[in-house]
């Protein structure tokens, strides 16, 4: 199914119409818009995850896609199939936001414009693309609260979820799931310092299965050669700490290891990874390579 109805990240709730209503396995052909398709000057941006920003045309999002017989505690699986970077990409410097804010407080803009298979910097300097989306979602019992990351995924900024050939899982918290995409990138960074990728427009294509009484946690993210659990919180370190625990309990449950078997082997294999830019809520991942965890018992 296909289409191209966009909405904004302020009007994302339970009870907003959802765009399509797709049997299990279906595949779906969206295009989702950049974060700064509608912003006509940077300078007028408001700080994020202030009040002023609330209602602001600042990230447009494609759905929500309800996803037929999807009920609480069941899961979805959202395998990318394809995504394609297209358009004027830009990054920038927001008001208030990113490691340095103090050090650049001035907003700005620059073109990096996306052809020959690069996103040209400034016109001048030329970077491989890695389409992704840095937004993939179910909906949260309460409504999203915009550019938050969570159980649910949301603006979680993971650089390997959204990949092609990625596959995430996420908890149904709502019935229908209403699964939901945003703020796809040509490339981006983990840790993303300046606070900004090349925001673009993306066309996607993907595939969403319903796993019946399935439940997952927190968001689960599959690579050819990975599996990386996601955790939150107010901080970095707080972050970090749940995604760890996450992982632990992830591959004590998964494979034939104890809890504290994980822990120390999950020391010894698993990389750690910040993706969100400094906000509210911060978001990092365990990535742990499949091999090791074959030999351990899992069976993916």
């Avoid at 797709?22 to 995850?49: H, K, S, T």
């Avoid at 001035?106 to 992704?132: M, T």
């Amino acid at each position: 199914m296909t289409s191209n109805k966009t909405t904004y990240l302020f009007d994302i709730n339970p009870q907003t119409p959802a765009i399509m209503s797709i049997e299990p396995g279906a595949e779906v052909r969206l295009e989702v818009r950049g974060a700064f398709d509608d912003i006509e000057d940077i300078a007028a941006v408001p700080v994020p995850f202030t009040p002023a920003c609330d209602g602001h045309p600042l990230a447009p999002i494609t759905g929500p896609i309800r996803v037929v017989g999807a009920e609480v505690g069941d899961s979805v699986a959202i395998e990318v199939l394809e995504i394609t970077a297209f358009g004027e990409g830009r990054n920038a410097i927001v008001r208030d936001f990113g490691m340095l804010a103090k050090e650049f407080p001035e907003p700005k803009i620059i073109q990096c414009p996306i052809r020959d298979g690069k996103a040209w910097f400034g016109n001048r300097v030329p970077i491989d693309l890695e389409p992704n989306l840095g937004t993939i979602s179910t909906m949260p019992p309460a409504g999203y609260k915009p550019s938050y990351a969570g159980a649910y995924g949301g603006d979680f900024d993971q650089k390997s979820a959204g990949q092609a050939g990625s596959r995430l899982h996420l908890p149904v918290l709502v019935p229908g799931a209403l699964v939901f995409f945003g703020d796809p990138h040509a490339v981006i960074s983990d840790g993303i310092i300046s606070g900004t990728g090349v925001e673009c427009s993306v066309a996607l294509r993907a595939r969403i299965a319903l796993n019946k009484r399935k439940r997952v946690e927190r968001p689960i993210i599959e690579t050819k050669d990975t599996v990386e659990i996601v955790g939150w919180g107010p901080s970095v370190e707080a972050a970090s700490e749940d995604c760890a625990r996450g992982a632990v309990d992830y591959v004590a449950a998964n494979t034939t290891l104890s809890r504290e078997e994980a822990y120390m082997l999950l020391g010894i294999i698993g990389e750690l990874r910040v993706g969100t830019s400094p906000r509210p809520t911060m978001a990092a991942r365990l990535v742990v390579p499949r091999a090791p965890l074959r030999a351990a018992g899992y069976d993916g």
